[in-house]
């Protein structure tokens, strides 16, 4: 037999009396709703592996910037921006993964962070861009298999 105020704490807990969760508890306070999208949430990507490991670069002034084929990405930013270009010489380059081979719509919601996330997790620092039609994932290159890896057991397919 319990109290009330047991009967209570344990309502909010979602633990029965012997301590178990208890699935029909109703939470104390449920987080107050936000807008809501009729766009679906990400669930699983195709990811594609680029050729050539990339470099950062910081930008602080954009007119320094050589348009040329090996530049990834540029972005620009209030205190200035970054670079992302090609250089297969690069002792500590960067591999770059693309999620834009399936273009998502602009509006769909969690595409980059069901990437990042399982990244994040497995305690791998990301550097990201985005363009209209997918995303840019770049990852140390000397632990692009472990990443990879990361991202099939979250359900994405990887194309290398």
Known sequence: MTTQSEDMRMAQDGDDENGQADSDAVPARAPAARGVSSVPVARTQNLR???????????SDVREVTLESG???LVLGPDGGAAMRRDDTAEDGWAALWNGD??????????????VAPLAAG????WTAASYDGDLVL??????EEAVG????????VAE
């Open 139 to 144: 990852v140390p290159a000397d632990r692009l």
């Open 102 to 115: 399936d273009a998502h719509d602009p509006e769909a919601t969690g595409m980059l962070s069901a990437v």
């Open 49 to 59: 592996v680029l050729e050539g490991r990339f470099v950062l670069e910081r930008v």
């Open 150 to 157: 990361v991202l099939r057991r979250a359900g994405h397919h």
């Open 123 to 126: 305690e791998l620092p990301v």
């Open 71 to 73: 530049l990834l990405a």
